[in-house]
């Protein structure tokens, strides 16, 4: 046999894949009775927080997330501890001062993080400066993120083509990572492309490479392997019962197909099977949050119009709101001519809510008669700077009146933003002075404080 290489499996069972299946609603507490076992398999890393864990589980659930990863790291302390941070968006829906980019990643670091897979929904590298310094002042490993997007059915085209990809890796390489991820949200990498992206990587820059791909289309399997074969370092799997449809593929298989190939895991399937049945049993609590729609367990749509689940699911609730679900079709047509106005964003948080919210906008109202506020901010540069050149002629309109001034901005988004702590420790004070209770405030001024007055018995 050649040269063993055994593959890097990352779980997203606690994090991505209950976001994707459940809306992110899986709480500690069912986390608790497998946690030793997980944390005994043998896994690179588990992803346990980041994305929406943060919101939903201030907003939804009344739970402390600091406190989650603290326990959990008592029951798991073999393993390491990844979270999803969206560079200065943090786990927000906007970009962040610096001085909260910096304190949130301290305070990360010290309930128990030890990996930061960062990425930039427009994949300008510039949103990811204030989090990889503030990264490595805290001795932590930088997994520096490409968000994954096409033009076309296959990669290739004048934008999103290997050199892009290859361009972007080299610069985050350069800025510090210690490992790159490819973050395909939609599950639209296909598992040549797959081959022929990471064979190219791994010929151009010298850290790890890791593949993160959604199942949703049904290719992510294939893809995975294609990639194993190209020489990736690490991929993403979740437990079977969390595995599949909008989440990511199941790791059992990989498990067997790996046995006897230098990739071999080494993990002990009995053991997997042990905390599936587990799963099993606590998955009827959440199915009130699954998508029934459909029977097939893949979304042939995303490989006509790329558009994640989880975007879908907005769309729907949207049109539902303003009695037009009838126009679901025009929107689905409207978003590539939206989204080509506005530079061709990646479609992932918060890209894809401000493609998804304009592109509903122009079916109801006719074509940018109404502008939201997030693409007023958007073409002043508050987000960043698109793939391409956005569209001058919406960009001046979306621009008219608009308070900031007409005049875009060209430095990195987090330079025109004041501190923010300050103005946060002040509207906290009579409730807590701790940093993560002021952290939570900052990044949901609303719904964060409702939380707190819950936490410390100042409402009802």
């Known amino acids: 046999m050649a040269d063993k290489k055994p593959i890097r499996i990352t779980d997203l069972t606690l994090r991505d894949g209950h976001q994707s299946l459940f809306a992110t609603r899986m ?36 739970e402390d997330p600091w406190e989650r990863v603290k326990i959990l790291k008592q029951k798991m302390p073999k393993t390491k501890f990844q979270m999803l941070l969206r560079g200065q968006n943090l786990v927000g829906y906007r970009n962040y001062a610096d001085d909260v980019v910096e304190a949130f990643v301290e305070k990360a670091a010290e309930v128990g993080i030890d990996i930061f897979r960062v990425f930039d929904a427009l994949n300008d590298e510039r949103n990811f400066i204030a989090a990889f310094k503030a990264i490595k002042k805290c001795g932590k490993h930088i997994q520096g993120a490409i968000s994954y997007s096409l033009t076309e059915k296959r990669l290739g085209g004048p934008i999103f083509n290997v050199k892009y990809y290859v361009d972007k890796a080299k610069k985050i390489e350069d800025m510090g990572a210690h490992s790159l991820c490819i973050k395909d949200m ?53 437990l079977a019962p969390f595995a599949l449809r909008s989440s990511h593929s199941a790791v059992e298989p ?74 679901l079709k025009e929107v689905y047509e409207e978003i590539p001519a939206t989204r080509k106005d506005l530079g061709f964003p990646p479609l992932v948080t918060p890209t894809s809510q401000i ?19 997030e693409v007023k901010d958007y ?82």
Not at 256 to 280: C, K, M, R, S
Request: net charge negative.
């Open 379 to 460: 073409f002043y540069g508050l987000y960043g700077k698109p793939p391409v050149a956005v569209s001058e002629e919406i960009k001046q309109k979306a621009l008219k009146g608009y308070a900031k001034g007409n005049t875009p901005i060209d430095t990195r988004p987090g330079d025109v933003i004041e501190p923010e702590l300050p103005k946060a420790r002040e509207a906290v004070k009579d409730i807590t002075s701790d940093m993560g209770d002021i952290l939570i405030y900052a990044l949901y001024p609303m719904t964060g404080l409702e939380f707190l007055k819950k936490k410390y018995g100042k409402s009802s």
């Open 186 to 238: 939609a599950g639209i990498i296909s598992p040549y492309d797959a081959y022929d992206l990471v064979s190219e990587l791994k010929s151009s820059i010298s850290i790890p490479v890791h593949l993160h791909t959604h199942y949703t289309s049904g290719m992510a399997s294939m893809a995975l392997l294609k990639a194993i074969e190209a020489g990736a370092d690490g991929v993403d799997t979740c």
């Open 254 to 327: 990989f498990v067997v197909t790996l046995q006897g190939t230098p990739h071999e895991t080494g993990f002990d399937l009995e053991a997997i099977a042990e905390i599936d049945d587990y799963l099993e049993s606590i998955v009827p609590k959440y199915m009130n949050f699954a998508d029934t729609t459909r029977f097939s367990v893949i979304d042939i749509g995303v490989l006509m119009h790329q558009i994640p689940g989880g975007m879908i699911s907005n769309l729907v609730s949207q049109l539902k709101q303003g009695k037009a679900l009838h126009r």
């Open 355 to 373: 493609v998804g919210v304009q592109s509903v906008f122009n079916v109801i109202a006719g074509r940018y008669k109404m502008i939201s506020n």
């Open 27 to 62: 709480t500690t507490e069912d986390m608790l009775p497998i946690a030793e076992k997980m944390d005994n398999i043998g896994f690179y890393s588990m992803e346990v927080w980041g994305g929406a864990t943060f919101d939903v589980m201030t907003r939804f659930l009344n």
